[in-house]
Every structure is written in structure tokens, then in C-alpha cells.
């Protein structure tokens, strides 16, 4: 007898879920699926620089981008058509969870950084850029000459 292997959540033993249900558990999913096609990410800041950490597991650093454009950094990853699973060999997923797709995410950058300095260090699929600050500029004081 074959058993197919399906994703089930029962809402706490509950089997009928109402048309109501329906609609927003296909809404949420779809924020869900949206969050898992972009890596997930730690913004973290220190005195001297903000780094940002992003999960890329299955892209290499040949596939990842980085790029600053007008005070947005970009962050792209594409895949390798060779690397795509497919279905061969008369295969079919069951459960198909893992995603291996392009995606490219943005984000603002604060005022006060060294914009051509950032780097970035990719290793064990997580990718770190780091965002040096520039140094905080203090209000110097201006000698005042008495005219002779």
C-alpha cells in the first residue's frame, strides 16, 4: 500500500477548516513562501562599523552580488542552472521545501558611512558585509584674530 507524504496542519485537532480559514491560511502562505525566497538576515551595529549577516545556504561566491547604488546597498544571488534540482529519472517531490532560486534584496543606508569601504566576506553560506562608519565629525574651533 503506498502512503503519500503530504504537509497537514490541523489547527489543534480541528479537520474542517472553514472558507474563512482557507483564505487566510492561502494569504499567510504566501507571505511565508515570499520569506523564504529571500535570505534571512542580522543587521547588527557596533560603534565603528554595522555588519549584516545573511543565510545563503546552496549559492557560492560566485553567485552573490553586492553593489551600492545612491545610498542603497543591493544584495543578489542568482543560481546556476546546473545547480537546480529537477526531476529525473521518473522522480517526483513529495515535499518540496528547500527553494533554489534567484532573489535580490535592497536596503537603505544610514547617513555617516563609509560608503567605499564596505566588504564583504562570504563563508559556510553566510554571507558578511561589513559598513564601516565614518568617523563622527566634531565641531572644531576657529581662532579669531584681532586686526593690527
Do not use: C
Amino acid at each position: 500500500m503506498a502512503h503519500d507524504v503530504t504537509r497537514y496542519n490541523d489547527r489543534n485537532g480541528r479537520r474542517d477548516l472553514s472558507l474563512f480559514d482557507d483564505f487566510f491560511d492561502s494569504m499567510l502562505g504566501a507571505w511565508d513562501n515570499y520569506s523564504a525566497r529571500v535570505p534571512a538576515v542580522d543587521i547588527e551595529e557596533t560603534p565603528e562599523n554595522y555588519t549584516i549577516k545573511a543565510e545563503m545556504p546552496g549559492f557560492s561566491e560566485n553567485n552573490v552580488k553586492i553593489t551600492v547604488d545612491k545610498h542603497v546597498l543591493h544584495i543578489s544571488g542568482t543560481v546556476d542552472e546546473t545547480e537546480k534540482e529537477k526531476d529525473r529519472d521518473g522522480r517526483k517531490y513529495l515535499i518540496k521545501e528547500r527553494r533554489h532560486e534567484s532573489f535580490e534584496r535592497s536596503f537603505s543606508l544610514p547617513d555617516g558611512l563609509d560608503e567605499s569601504a564596505i566588504s564583504a566576506d562570504f563563508k559556510n553560506g553566510v554571507l558578511e558585509i561589513t559598513l564601516p562608519k565614518t568617523p563622527e565629525e566634531k565641531p572644531r574651533q576657529i581662532e579669531v584674530k584681532i586686526g593690527k
